[in-house]
């Protein structure tokens, strides 16, 4: 039979870990297939918070992604997401007239920040966002795939703050 000892320790207590309803802060880096950081919160002292649950009602591949990864983390834990973007696909490049509606309405839209011009990433009047690849006095051509499209990113989440209100 065996034999339980008496400890005058007292064990930790378990780490909180994130659920639903908590507010989450996240240090993050996106990093290339080729091991380059594209980008970091931490450069930019910029952090995510956002509340644990939410992905499910935003509809953003990328967030829903970091809300799924939080579940279950515990304070200054890491976790890393691998994302695909899918194969980009020619048929949603656009070259568009200046006069079409469209454009004119893009022109309208985005006049504070320079207008229609190469390198602007833009919402559509259908919702989808394109990237403006070319502009001249005729025509506009926009690429409508994802950003992510023809890429594999992977992100390092750290857990940095959680708040269970």
């Not at 931490?42 to 992604?65: H, K």
């Not at 890491?78 to 568009?96: C, D, H, R, S, Y």
Request: aromatic share 4%; with cysteine.
């Amino acid at each position: 039979m065996p034999v339980v000892m008496a400890s005058s320790e007292q064990e930790a207590p378990a780490p909180m870990r994130a659920v639903e309803g908590d507010i989450v802060t996240l240090h993050w880096r996106c990093i290339n297939e080729n091991g380059e950081v594209l980008e970091s919160s931490r450069a930019s002292n910029d952090p995510t918070s956002f509340e644990v649950g939410a992905g499910d009602i935003v509809g953003n591949r990328l967030f829903e992604a970091f809300d799924e990864a939080v579940r279950g983390m515990a304070l200054n834990e890491t976790a890393n997401i691998k994302l695909e973007g899918g194969p980009w696909q020619e048929e949603l490049m656009f070259k568009v007239p200046r006069s079409h509606p469209e454009i004119q309405n893009l022109e309208g839209r985005y006049k504070n920040q320079g207008g229609v011009v190469e390198g602007q990433i833009v919402q559509l009047s259908n919702g989808g966002m394109a990237v403006i690849i070319s502009a001249n006095e005729e025509e506009v051509m926009l690429d409508a795939n994802s950003m992510m499209a023809g890429k594999n990113l992977k992100f390092e989440l750290e857990l940095v703050e959680l708040e269970r209100p």
